[in-house]
C-alpha cells in the first residue's frame, strides 16, 4: 500500500487518470499479481480506486503513501434509516462547508460555482432533473471552504448516499423541489452572507428528507 501511494504521488497521477497496468506494476514495485491485485482490491473498498471493465483502474482521489484513509459503510438491509443518519451527518458538515465558503470563496472559486450551476440548471430545465451537475456544483462549494477535508468527507457521504439507486426510491423528480434553493445559496455566497448560505443549506436538506420520507413509506 505504502509503495502504491508513493509511486502514485512521485509518477504525478491525478484522480480520474488511469492507473498503470498489473503487469506495469508488478515491474515497477517488484512484487508478485496477487500482491498487486489484493491491494487494488483494498484502494477499492476505500473509494481510492475504481476499475472499469475493459479500460483498466483509475484513481478516483487523491493518495499518498502517508494518507489515512477511512472508509464509510452504510447497512442497506436498513435502507430509509440509514439514508436519514447519513442526512443528519451531511446536514451539519453541509451547513458549515456553505458557512466557510461565504467567508472564503475567492474571485475564482465563485466563477468555477457559477459556472457549475449555470450547467445544473440548464440540464435540470432539459431533463427535470440533474444530479451529476447538482453535485458538481456542491463540489465546487466545499472546494471554496478551503478546507480539503470537507470535501472528501462529504463526497464519500454522497456516494454512499447515492450508491443505492439511479433514480431515487425510481423516482426521477427526487429532490427536485429544491431547485431553486441553489441559485439563492449561490448568492449567498457571492454576497459573502454565511447566515443565508446557511439556511439555504437547510432548506435544500429538508427537501431531500421529506422526499426520503414521503417515497420509502
Known amino acids: 500500500m505504502r509503495a502504491i501511494g508513493t509511486f502514485i504521488a ?3 497521477i491525478k484522480p480520474g487518470e488511469r492507473l498503470p497496468t498489473e503487469r506495469q506494476l508488478m515491474q ?6 496477487s500482491t498487486v491485485r489484493e491491494v487494488i482490491r483494498k484502494l477499492q473498498a476505500l ?3 475504481e476499475s472499469r471493465k475493459g479500460s ?4 478516483k482521489r487523491a493518495f499518498s503513501a502517508d494518507a489515512i484513509h477511512m472508509p464509510l459503510v452504510i447497512d442497506a438491509a436498513l435502507l430509509r434509516d440509514r439514508l436519514l443518519q447519513t442526512l443528519e451527518v451531511r446536514r451539519g458538515l453541509e451547513t458549515e462547508v456553505s458557512t466557510l465558503a461565504a467567508l472564503r470563496a475567492t474571485p475564482e472559486d465563485i466563477a468555477v460555482i457559477e459556472a457549475k450551476l449555470d450547467i445544473m440548471e440548464a440540464v435540470h430545465l432539459e431533463k427535470g432533473t440533474s444530479g451529476p451537475e447538482d453535485l458538481a456544483f456542491h463540489l465546487a462549494i466545499y472546494d471554496a471552504s478551503h478546507n480539503p477535508l ?17 433514480e431515487p426510491f425510481d423516482r426521477p423528480d427526487f429532490a427536485r423541489r429544491s431547485f431553486r434553493f441553489h441559485r439563492e445559496l449561490f448568492d449567498a455566497i457571492v454576497r459573502r452572507d454565511p ?8 432548506a ?6 421529506e422526499d426520503i420520507k414521503d417515497m420509502s413509506k
Open 47 to 49: 473509494g481510492v480506486v
Open 195 to 202: 447566515q443565508t448560505a446557511r439556511e439555504k443549506t437547510l
Open 56 to 59: 483498466g483502474t483509475y484513481l
Open 150 to 166: 470537507f470535501g472528501q468527507l462529504l463526497e464519500r457521504m454522497r456516494e454512499a448516499f447515492e450508491s443505492f439507486f439511479d
Open 10 to 12: 512521485t509518477s504525478g
Open 28 to 33: 515497477t514495485l517488484a512484487v508478485g499479481r
Open 204 to 209: 435544500i436538506l429538508e427537501i431531500v428528507e
